[in-house]
């Protein structure tokens, strides 16, 4: 998990300096996660490789957002502001997200 963090949140800071800054690295990587997501939906599963994709793709759409709505080079909401709008939005993910019907497969190590 600590690998997948932290490529996502190099691969957002790289991609928003490497020229698409952040307007635009936030929709590209943003459409991207929703990609994977729609993906791993499609084939019905959630396997391990697009688990893995779905972290990292969230990750690096998260960083690029947030960095967009607290930046001053952004919105510039503030830290407390565009904290409180990714917080509620993962909220309304949980809170009003698809649930899983049946049991859960834990994987044995």
Wanted: no cysteine; glycine share 16%; proline share 4%.
């Amino acid at each position: 998990m600590l690998t997948a963090g932290t490529l996502g949140t190099a691969s957002g800071d790289f991609t928003t300096g490497a020229g698409l800054g952040l307007f635009y690295g936030s929709a590209v990587l943003s459409v991207m996660f929703v990609g994977v997501l729609a993906i791993a939906w499609y084939l019905g599963d959630m396997m391990k490789p697009w688990y893995w994709a779905s972290i990292v793709g969230a990750q690096t759409g998260g960083t690029t957002l947030g960095d967009m709505l607290a930046s001053r080079h952004g919105l510039d909401l503030g830290l407390s502001f565009s904290t409180l709008v990714t917080g509620s939005m993962l909220a309304a993910v949980i809170l009003f997200g698809p649930r899983r019907r049946g049991p859960v497969a834990v994987p044995v190590l």
